[in-house]
């Protein structure tokens, strides 16, 4: 399955799937129903919800938390809204997709204005916090 997501957002059409676990949770409940834009010509911001497959060729929605900059190429950091550590830094050619949508019970979760940056900035921070914990353990 993960593969196919893969390459239908590759070949540019949009999907959509129910999530599975907790790591996005608040944002992102077990059984909501995610729509998936490809990232292909996209511009990705901190904040934004990004979908790309790890290195256990699982696909993985996270936020992006950092970017970053390394012998010319363009990196992510991501971590799950609920997770106590970050996950590895993917480069930019490893997002499949941009989450454009949430739904819970069939109707659109939604997040703007204020709300919408509070959320990115609260997250990002948070990570951040994270990676400071992690390096004075």
């Not at 799937?17 to 907790?22: K, P, T, V, Y």
Request: charged content about 30%.
């Amino acid at each position: 399955l993960a593969r196919i997501s893969t390459d239908l957002l590759t070949d540019g059409y949009q999907i959509r799937f129910r999530a599975i676990g907790d790591s996005m949770q608040p944002t992102i409940r077990d059984g909501d129903v995610i729509v998936v834009k490809p990232a292909a010509g996209r511009h990705i911001r901190m904040g934004d919800l990004v979908m790309f497959m790890n290195s256990h060729e699982r696909t993985v929605v996270h936020r992006v938390v950092a970017k970053k900059r390394n012998a010319g190429k363009l990196f992510f950091q991501t971590c799950g809204d609920n997770a106590s550590d970050l996950d590895k830094p993917i480069e930019r050619g490893q997002v499949t997709g941009i989450i454009k949508q949430i739904l819970r019970d069939g109707v659109r979760v939604e997040d703007r204005g204020i709300r919408k940056l509070l959320k990115r900035v609260w997250y990002c921070a948070r990570a951040r916090k994270i990676k400071i914990s992690n390096h004075t353990r």
